[in-house]
């Protein structure tokens, strides 16, 4: 009983000095114990835009902080899918049910700091994965998606309609915080 307990304390110990040694608080690096156990070094490590869904009080900027601090390249495609899918979450708590693609990825391209032809791919492997949900809009047909009171901007004259993202936050772990997983299952028929 006396060596488990200390085998536990040692893994406890070994997490917390690599978590602090990457720049996170001590009691973000109890959360982060908390949610993984032993496998917390390896989620931070490999997945360090994961804790900012799973993870109390720990969104998008601070993930970005820890995963450049375990050396996650400023153009990789796991930081721009994350920060498209911050992009959206940000637009949905201004309000917005859609954000034209145009706009998406200018916004995201514009907060990630990275040229905008790096958004596209990303967006499109969102999409596949169903983390997000693209939808053409009729250009022209006055409508906007959803009841918004604007319709959407940016036609493409190709097809004559906007694409458009959408996405549906999640409740997030934590009083008053929401999250972005959006799954079809989860939004609401068009």
């Given at each position: ?14 997490v917390m000095v ?67 899918a ?31 032809e ?49 996405a ?6 934590g ?11 989860d939004?609401?028929?068009?």
């Amino acid at each position: 009983m006396i060596t488990a307990a200390w085998a536990e304390q040692r893994a406890i110990k070994e997490v917390m000095v690599f978590l602090q040694g990457v720049g996170v608080s001590t009691s973000l690096a109890v959360r982060i114990y908390k949610k993984y156990g032993d496998a917390a070094i390896s989620v931070v490590r490999d997945e360090p835009y994961r804790l900012a869904a799973d993870v109390w009080g720990i969104g998008f900027k601070t993930a970005d902080t820890i995963a450049a601090a375990v050396g996650i390249a400023r153009d990789s495609p796991e930081r721009i899918k994350a920060g498209l899918a911050y992009t959206l979450s940000e637009a949905a708590d201004e309000g917005h049910c859609y954000l034209p693609a145009p706009n998406l990825l200018a916004d995201a391209a514009k907060i990630l700091e990275v040229p905008a032809e790096l958004t596209a791919p990303c967006l499109d492997e969102l999409a596949a994965t169903e983390g997000v949900i693209r939808e053409d809009v009729p250009a022209g047909s006055g409508a906007a998606p959803h009841g918004s009171p604007e319709p959407a901007s940016a036609t493409s004259p190709a097809r004559s309609a906007t694409t458009t993202t959408r996405a549906r936050p999640l409740p997030r772990p934590g009083p008053g915080r929401s999250s972005l997983r959006s799954h079809p299952q989860d939004l609401p028929p068009p």
